[in-house]
């Protein structure tokens, strides 16, 4: 009745017709009415039925309908639809007019205003449907086709990258089959996805204004009337200048992949139990990436959210770092800087002084026993003492763009005047300021204000180049960098590096790398479609037992990396402790991971020599809570120093020991996700353990003016939910002014107005003293017991309920310092088995 009501809605009634003759215009209106519904028909619709649902596109290409086979449920919005494929002439998108299926050939034909023509194959899959741009005439001035966007009403959980809508009950998406088909809209002419990039400012109309990008892509998008699967594909026969990485003037090469004709994608839908296993048919069956862990898809398998020791080694030292990590319960250690110089993947001459033979027996060791190594890259970086930049220059070194010399110059010159300066006056994201020119780097200042054009304070020969004569009419090239003070690589180049990267594997055994860096391949001008070939190259070239044995994951998300990637997997440790580093920053990675369908990972922390085994378990509750591995970055020497590291290693050992034998239950998971709640975990016995909440407060002791004779002393409630039990707390001193020292002299602490601890010392700024409820001890901030200090009365007791908690001692030195007391609190342990989950 839609049809019927929006036909009938669009004519005109005359009521002067019906007022003036009434008997005639009743039989003209029951003679019109029946012509109207003898000559009406409904559009001509072409109807797929998939596993799951039922996809209906009308007579002009439209989809208009997504029916949910099982439920009837309607997942079109009302009064919305979208051409299955749309042409665009740079901002200009073309819609179709009419669509005609042959379904013995299973071929779709799409007629456009103009004379343009699409030949799409259209195959039922059983679980989806596969879409192929097979031909498109006239091409040679369509840039780019679009592939949706496909409107639906599921707004609840959008995968942004994996490209899947779904609402706790069922899941419609799209999957682009082949890594030109770029998931997403080509918001950007560089291709570059408007989540990751910051630098943008030459956009293309977007064809749903209400669209908003989402966290990490735009494969899937929320709109107002809830949702949109999208994905493109672009014709790259033709250099263009494109805006890129603040250079409002880039130069993107030409490249020749066929084009659009061959972009294919995949629609599908399907209950949310089944949106997994749907994913991975369409991965196996379209030869995409399809990572295993001991032959179990990783998507899959627990071990996808292995965690990992990050720390430096080599053959003089592995020994010892297969001992921390076996003590750890860890099945992976990483290297986080191993290598000499970026592009050729020379390894460092101390840790490694036979290169990639040094690494091998690293490798060789670590799985006698049981291990698995991994080394981290950045992508297609390249350093500045490599061999790609001196002595001699590679020609595919990636470039801004290009010009001529005006005028000849001598090995001296240090003014240079060049043709044009559209591409060398740019300086934003300009780091070494580098031209080369036949086989020379050479830097500049800056370039003259007017013609003519000239590059002003040039030094010669850089980067241990050799200075030389050029004559006019040479080519110079600004090369493009980043701000790590290194070069980047074209396509040409790009794809010898990620080869190279293979071979390292392929030669060394590695079992897991992490692709940071990935924008350094938006030197190629083509934006995700540049990362995305470099992750692919060095994936297709591993050897096949690799693919199915090395983690892999990166900091760069992409519609395409959902299948390439074991996980993806960032959050920094460098900025503060593990409670405070980009804590919020974590938490929303976990709800992109699980609207995403992908294995969750925590980022990466840092043990250090002061790291409290408070804040480890802290960390590892909400691994715990959220099923999600971490890195934990730190060194031998660190590790050595720390008082405690034997209990850090062991307590890692426990946690993820029971987090990966699905030892929580998802009421468990939920409370451990909580960041303001505290656990303890502790085996008891083999595949049981014991899990108890903990209760804290933070209670600050300050200086404070007096009258004479008033007590200095802080006193504070502390409420003890748990049973009676010995008092647990840590007490140590805040820093007070830059340049002083500060001590407490004599601390008291008393509980409940009787029970009292004295401290015959004075505590300083590094050290603290704890009580675990079993010995008191000074300790040093590297947890190093400098004295155990013995109690007669024994150690005190918090009451069930309302308990007082005295602290006093005189301040010395800063007047700034406090005295920072946490205490805790221990519940009564639940007992918790492997294979819960």
């Not at 943008?200 to 209400?210: C, E, G, K, P, R």
């Not at 890259?377 to 001699?392: C, G, H, K, Q, R």
């Not at 001529?404 to 300086?427: G, N, R, Y």
């Not at 991971?593 to 480890?616: H, Q, V, Y």
Request: hydrophobic content about 40%.
């Amino acid at each position: 009745m839609r049809e019927i009501n929006s036909y009938f809605a669009h004519r005109p009634i005359f009521i002067p017709m019906h007022v003036l003759f009434p008997n005639y215009f009743r039989s003209m209106v029951g003679l019109i009415l029946l012509a109207g519904f003898s000559a009406w028909r409904p559009p001509v619709s072409t109807t797929f039925a998939t596993d799951y649902l039922r996809f209906s596109f009308d007579q002009s290409g439209n989809l208009y309908s997504l029916i949910d086979k099982a439920t009837s449920n309607e997942y079109v919005p009302t009064g919305e639809k979208a051409p299955l494929l749309s042409l665009m002439q740079d901002s200009v998108v073309i819609k179709p007019l009419s669509m005609t299926y042959n379904a013995a050939k299973k071929r779709l034909v799409l007629r456009y205003p103009n004379g343009y023509s699409a030949t799409i194959a259209a195959e039922n899959k059983g679980s989806y449907l596969r879409f192929e741009l097979l031909s498109l005439t006239p091409r040679n001035d369509i840039k780019l086709v679009v592939w949706g966007p496909y409107p639906t009403t599921i707004n609840q959980q959008i995968g942004e990258t994996v490209g899947v809508v779904h609402n706790g009950t069922f899941g419609i998406g799209i999957q682009a089959l082949n890594v030109k088909t770029l998931g997403g809209y080509p918001t950007y002419d560089n291709d570059i996805d408007p989540a990751y990039d910051i630098f943008q400012t030459n956009s293309l109309v977007d064809i749903a204004s209400d669209q908003k990008v989402l966290y990490r892509g735009q494969t899937a998008k929320p709109t107002s009337s809830g949702s949109v699967l999208q994905a493109y594909c672009r014709n790259r026969f033709a250099d263009r200048i494109i805006s890129n990485w603040e250079h409002k003037s880039y130069l993107a090469p030409a490249f020749r992949d066929g084009g659009v004709i061959g972009s294919k994608i995949a629609l599908w839908g399907a209950p949310e139990a089944q949106l997994l296993p749907v994913i991975e048919k369409i991965e196996l069956g379209e030869g995409l990436p399809h990572p295993l862990l001991d032959g179990v898809w990783a998507k899959r398998n627990p071990l996808a959210t292995a965690s990992y020791l990050i720390l430096n080694f080599g053959e003089n030292n592995v020994e010892d770092v297969i001992s921390l990590t076996k003590k750890a319960g860890l099945q992976y250690f990483y290297h986080g800087g191993p290598f000499d110089t970026w592009g050729h993947f020379k390894l460092n001459t101390k840790e490694f002084p036979n290169n990639w033979a040094s690494l091998r027996a690293c490798v060789a060791k670590a799985e006698a026993a049981g291990l698995k190594v991994g080394v981290h890259t950045l992508s297609n970086f390249i350093t500045t003492n490599d061999p790609y930049v001196t002595p001699v220059p590679d020609g595919r070194l990636a470039k801004v763009g290009k010009s001529v010399l005006t005028t000849s110059v001598d090995e001296k010159a240090t003014q240079i005047v060049i043709q044009s300066p559209v591409f060398f006056d740019q300086m934003k994201n300009n780091t070494l300021k580098a031209v080369v020119v036949g086989n020379e780097i050479i830097r500049y200042r800056a370039v003259s204000a007017t013609a003519p054009w000239t590059l002003l304070d040039c030094v010669r020969g850089a980067f241990k180049t050799t200075p030389q004569s050029h004559p006019a009419g040479a080519e110079i090239g600004k090369l493009m960098d980043h701000g790590y003070q290194v070069f980047l690589a074209d396509y040409p180049l790009q794809e010898e590096m990620a080869g190279t990267l293979a071979k390292l594997y392929n030669e060394t055994g590695l079992r897991q790398i992490s692709f940071d860096g990935l924008e350094g391949t938006w030197a190629t001008g083509m934006g995700q479609y540049g990362i995305q070939l470099f992750v692919k190259t060095w994936y297709d070239q591993l050897k096949p037992g690799l693919k199915g044995a090395v983690i892999t994951d990166a900091s760069t998300p992409g519609h395409y990396f959902w299948h390439s990637f074991t996980r993806m997997n960032w959050g920094e440790p460098w900025y503060a402790g593990f409670r405070e580093s980009q804590t919020q920053y974590r938490l929303k990675n976990q709800d992109y991971f699980r609207r995403n369908l992908m294995p969750g990972m925590l980022g990466w922390f840092s043990i250090k020599p002061e790291t409290s085994l408070e804040d480890l378990e802290w960390m590892l509750a909400r691994a715990a809570g959220f099923d999600a591995g971490f890195g934990l970055a730190t060194s031998i020497d660190d590790l050595r120093k720390h008082g405690f590291s034997d209990v850090l290693l062991n307590t890692i050992n426990v946690w993820e020991t029971a987090r990966l034998s699905g030892a929580f239950s998802a009421e468990q998971k939920q409370q451990l996700r909580d960041i303001g709640r505290e656990f303890h975990l502790e085996s008891a016995g083999d595949g049981v353990w014991r899990l108890a909440p903990v209760h804290q407060a933070y209670l600050v002791h300050e200086q404070k003016v007096r009258q004479p004779g008033e007590p200095v002393a802080s006193t504070f409630a502390f409420t003890n939910p748990n049973d009676e039990q010995p008092l647990r707390f840590t007490l140590q001193l805040t820093a007070g002014e830059k340049g002083t020292t500060s001590g407490l002299e004599n601390p008291v602490i008393e509980i409940n107005n009787y029970s009292r601890i004295e401290l015959p010392f004075t505590l300083e700024e590094n050290q603290l003293v704890q009580c675990d409820g079993k010995s008191l001890n000074l300790l040093d901030r590297q947890w190093h017991v400098l004295k155990t200090i013995t109690l007669p009365a024994g150690i005190p007791k918090l009451m069930h309920g309302n308990n007082t908690v005295r602290i006093d001692g005189a301040f010395q030195g800063s007047k700034a310092a406090t005295a920072k007391m946490e205490i805790r609190s221990m519940g009564e342990p639940l007992l918790i088995r492997k294979g819960t989950r």
